[in-house]
């Protein structure tokens, strides 16, 4: 079955700068891959997704990009800021499949 | 948010005992699917469902069964509590597959916190 690798485990930037977390996922048929911000307490929430057709997709400060030949995907925050605190879980999976979440990383953005 | 309900959400049980946790979903979506969340872990999935009646292992199934008699309903039993099932659960829905073969978004419910002392 899939597997899914995440790195780091934890990440401490200041505000402003850029943040990035990267992922690599062992089924070549894996054609989808979303990342999740869950904050204390909450439930894990959307924030982007990708699909193996496209290789970047731009949200306002987030972007994801996918390198299908080698397997991984990143997210990349620029302009962070203390909100952006929170652990990310990447996870891949294809129709028919439950998605399979990498152990996260826990971001701190410190003011 | 998703319609998703998870009920209870706060629970503490006694080893050796049974319990199931309930998800109930508004949405009329066709998957349903049961995760736990550990330190050091992050999600790991349980199991899940595509369908009345169709259900599929996950990654952590032993010791955990699932039933699912409607659309709107996936229950996750643990029928003999032990104290390594203490965890965050979490259910989950998603909507038929994309047209390009690739899956849909997922989205949570709130999370059922257990504790088997």
């Known amino acids: 079955g899939e597997n899914v690798e995440q790195h780091p485990s934890t990440l401490s930037v200041q505000e402003g700068d850029s943040a990035v977390i990267k992922c690599t996922y062992s089924?070549?048929?894996?054609?989808?891959f979303p990342w999740y911000k869950q904050e204390l307490g909450k439930r894990p929430q959307l924030i982007i997704d990708?699909?193996?057709?496209?290789g970047e997709k731009k949200d306002q400060r987030i972007a994801v990009t996918l390198n299908k030949t080698a397997k991984h995907f990143s997210l990349h925050i620029t302009e962070t800021q203390p909100e952006d605190s929170a652990v990310y879980f990447c996870?891949?999976?294809?129709?028919?499949?439950?998605?399979?979440f990498g152990k996260g990383t826990t971001l701190s953005v410190s003011s | 948010d998703a319609g998703i309900t998870q009920s209870p959400r706060h629970k503490v049980t006694e080893t050796g005992t049974p319990v199931t946790l309930r998800c109930h979903q508004t949405?009329?979506?066709?998957?349903m699917y049961w995760y736990r969340q550990d330190p050091g872990h992050g999600l790991r999935l349980i199991h899940y469902?595509?369908?009345?009646?169709?259900?599929d292992k996950g990654e952590v199934s032993d010791g955990y069964s699932v039933s699912r008699s409607k659309t709107e309903d996936f229950l996750l039993t643990l029928e003999s509590a032990t104290s390594s099932q203490t965890s965050v659960y979490f259910c989950?829905?998603?909507?038929?597959?994309?047209?390009?073969?690739?899956?849909?978004?997922?989205?949570f419910g709130e999370g059922s916190w257990l504790t088997v002392v």
């Open positions: 989950a829905i998603s909507d038929l597959d994309m047209v390009d073969g690739s899956g849909n978004t997922i989205y």
């Open positions: 089924d070549s048929a894996s054609n989808y």
């Open positions: 990708i699909r193996s057709n496209v």
């Open positions: 996870a891949a999976s294809m129709a028919g499949t439950a998605l399979i």
């Open positions: 949405e009329n979506h066709r998957y």
């Open positions: 469902s595509y369908g009345v009646k169709d259900t």
